[in-house]
């Protein structure tokens, strides 16, 4: 099973809050876990990943939790600022293959001011 | 400057018509890919080429043609192509296929299809 599933496909935050973004995978040959960020008119850059032997990674405002056993994870945004405002794709990757990505749908995050 | 550049941004073509959509990357890359984004799916990988030689076809329909000479240039040919082949095409690149060395991504070609 190759799908990797994203909630909500839509946020809005004001500012200074907390973005939760949430991914689900089946395939437990996924080892790799990259975020994508994504502004219109631009392709997606990469943003933070993880892999599972750890249970968070933050980087700035931006962390990643992952839970191994359910088999989910997410991204968190602390301070979320309106320049935050963009899409957000959760991936995977098997182990060995890094960059065969298997992407979520996607999450139009808005952040209000 | 992206290192990962895409022509054209924007092209509308006919059913009938034959035209290829071009992607050169500066970084050094051995790894380069097409993925297709729609508007309701999940971003799709097409094609995959490492050291110049391709290694995945994701099931893609014949009318999409890849083309890749060197480690710097890759190509997808286009003919006959569909209107739910309306979407915007991503190309990206990164060290090899299987590091997990980031992907870059240029910023696509918007493609309509009459």
């Known amino acids: 099973q190759q799908q990797v599933k994203q909630s909500p496909q839509s946020l809005i935050v004001q500012k200074g809050g907390i973005s939760i973004i949430n991914c689900a995978y089946e395939n437990t040959a996924f080892d790799y876990f990259p975020w994508y960020q994504q502004f219109p008119g631009k392709g997606p850059a990469l943003l933070i990943a993880i892999r599972p032997d750890v249970s968070e990674k933050k980087e700035g405002r931006f962390t990643i939790s992952f839970n191994k056993s359910a088999k989910q994870f997410s991204l968190h945004i602390m301070d979320s600022q309106p320049g935050d405002s963009a899409t957000y794709f959760c991936?995977?990757?098997?182990?060995?293959?890094?960059?065969?990505?298997?992407f979520g749908g996607g999450t139009r995050l808005m952040v209000k001011p | 400057e992206t290192g990962v550049t895409q022509t054209p941004r924007h092209l509308v073509m006919g059913m009938t018509n034959k035209k290829s959509l071009k992607c050169e990357q500066h970084l050094g890359h051995n790894a380069m890919y097409w993925y297709k984004q729609s508007a309701k799916k999940p971003l799709e990988l097409m094609f995959v080429y490492n050291f110049k030689e391709q290694t995945e076809n994701n099931s893609v329909p014949s009318r999409f043609s890849p083309e890749c000479p060197n480690s710097s240039h890759l190509f997808l040919h286009l003919h006959t192509l569909q209107p739910e082949d309306s979407a915007l095409y991503l190309c990206?690149?990164?060290?090899?296929?299987?590091?997990?060395?980031?992907?870059?991504f240029g910023d696509g070609t918007r493609l309509s299809i009459l």
């Open positions: 991936a995977a990757s098997p182990y060995g293959a890094g960059n065969m990505l298997t």
């Open positions: 990206a690149s990164s060290q090899d296929r299987n590091s997990n060395q980031p992907q870059h």
